[in-house]
């Protein structure tokens, strides 16, 4: 009875120690270590990944993720509009419209991009509409991938979408983290305390 | 007393002597807090690694990094500190009068000396990397594997060396220094057997390296540290060469550690 008593305590005191360092790890605060914040004109039924530089230059903005690389993005736009974020690079969808089509340059026309997603809807990561209210997302991933944030204007009106876009980074998945740690200490705790009582008692004793 | 009692008794004695109360859980600590503040996801992506196979080593890699070096210092302590100084003191032989053969005195102080600790470490190791990644620890589980059997294959072997260099001088301190200097040794080795192997070209030297530390050439098949030392030609390592110097370098560190039982078992005197 004593020894399991030991063994239960002192792998409660164990399953303390890992809830606390996840309990740090989950702390420690994330780092921007990449983005792209700008404003993304496009005319009717047109789309466009998001840039680097503004158009013509083609620099598409691509991030690759990882457990440990997350996506915060914000959007708001004029009027009306859609945001995509693929998991792939933007030179991989716009590469596939341009050998669909059998052009040389490139094609930003919606059906092109909706021809895209119905050949690949594995791809699409996250999808929303967005408006003049200012929407928030953040997008984790639990292996190593590729991600581009494609704007679509469906309307028959131009449209201009702001958009903020921040790759963060951090130790491991905050939320998931902390969740395991708030669950193992109170166990932990309940398989300590006798141990820890009589090792008190015991103290006592020879004192 | 049934014939498997004393050994437990042997066993629980010695797990409360090796963890006695905080150790187990700072460790457990600090394999929490380095597993997860050393991975790496970033690195195979910054070196443009390719295969979602050596992804899966890369990252693996990584996770080991920094929580390698305390699990090597708590087996160093349990084996030359606690074996070491219970040879010194002659409190190994109070174990002596219980109904149990040598061996299985040594395989209990083992089991609870290196065992334990690398139950610790690879629960942790393997729970932290499923929580980060849980597609990589389902689709490349054997990599994962080979890429622990690796790396825990040079410091079992220190180990080993550190339980007879102990066992021989009855005391722990200089089996501990000899591990610390061994194990640090690799590195700077390492370095030098990459450069005579380019300049001599021949792969001779790391072909040795790789099967006292099997981790070189698993680094070498995956295209890591140490491949640009050694052009392609000169040794391009295949899967089934990997998989024969990991068992080559555990057939080493099998033979040291029955060296180690029979020292134990015939040749030493209490």
């Known amino acids: 009875m004593k020894r399991l008593m030991n063994i239960l305590g002192r792998g409660g005191t164990t399953l303390i120690a890992i809830s606390i360092a996840l309990l740090l790890v989950s702390l420690l605060p994330t780092a921007r270590i990449g983005g792209a914040d700008n404003p993304t004109r496009l005319t009717p039924d047109t789309f466009s990944p998001i840039r680097n530089i503004p158009w013509p230059i083609e620099s598409f903005y691509d991030a690759q993720l990882t457990p440990q690389r997350e996506l915060e993005m914000e959007f708001s736009a004029t009027s009306s509009a859609k945001v995509y974020l693929l998991t792939v690079e933007a030179r991989t969808v716009m590469d596939w419209i341009s050998e669909q089509k059998q052009i040389d340059g490139r094609d930003y026309n919606l059906t092109s991009l909706d021809d895209f997603l119905e050949a690949h809807p594995d791809l699409i990561g996250w999808e ?7 929407i928030q997302h953040t997008y984790s991933v639990e292996r190593i991938t590729n991600a581009t944030i494609i704007l679509a204007n469906p309307t028959a009106e131009n449209v201009t979408v702001m958009s903020e876009i921040r790759l963060m980074n951090s130790l491991a998945p905050s939320e998931k983290v902390r969740t395991i740690s708030y669950f193992a200490a109170p166990i932990g705790i309940v398989m300590a305390i006798p141990w820890l009582l009589d090792t008190w008692k015991q103290r006592k004793k020879k004192i | 007393m049934g014939k498997g009692k004393p050994f437990l008794e042997v066993l629980a004695s010695s797990v409360h002597e090796d963890f006695r109360f905080p150790f187990l859980e700072i460790f457990a600590f600090l394999y929490t807090l380095g597993t997860f503040a050393l991975a790496n996801f970033g690195a195979s992506i910054s070196t443009g690694i390719a295969t979602s196979e050596a992804v899966a080593y890369s990252v693996t890699n990584s996770l080991i990094g920094g929580s ?19 040879l010194e003191k002659g409190i190994i032989q109070t174990y002596f009068s219980y109904p149990i053969k040598r061996w299985a005195l040594l395989t209990a102080k083992l089991l609870s000396g290196i065992g334990f600790s690398m139950l610790l470490f690879l629960g942790i190791q393997i729970s932290a990397f499923y929580i980060l990644a849980p597609d990589i620890v389902v689709s490349h589980f054997g990599t ?3 890429t622990y059997a690796a790396s825990l294959s040079y410091p079992l072997l220190i180990t080993a060396i550190i339980l007879l260099v102990s066992m ?8 501990l220094v000899l591990g610390i200097i ?6 700077i080795g390492s370095l030098i057997a990459f450069l005579i192997a380019a300049a001599t070209e021949s792969a001779l030297v790391v072909k040795i390296l790789s099967l006292l530390s099997p981790s070189y050439i698993l680094q070498l098949y995956y ?7 050694l052009s392609s030609t000169l040794w391009n390592p295949t899967l089934s060469e990997v998989s024969l110097y990991i068992v080559g370098s555990y057939a080493i560190v099998v033979a040291l550690f029955v060296l180690g039982y029979v020292y134990f078992s015939r040749r030493l005197n209490l």
């Open chain 1, 128 to 134: 929303s509409e967005v408006d003049k209210e200012e």
């Open chain 2, 68 to 86: 390698l070096i305390i699990f090597i210092i708590l087996v160093f302590k349990n084996v030359a500190y606690g074996l070491g100084s219970e």
């Open chain 2, 144 to 146: 994962i594997v080979m």
């Open chain 2, 168 to 175: 021989k001088l009855r005391r722990g301190g200089i089996g």
């Open chain 2, 182 to 187: 061994m194990y640090f040794g690799i590195t």
């Open chain 2, 223 to 229: 295209g890591g540290i140490g491949a640009p030392y």
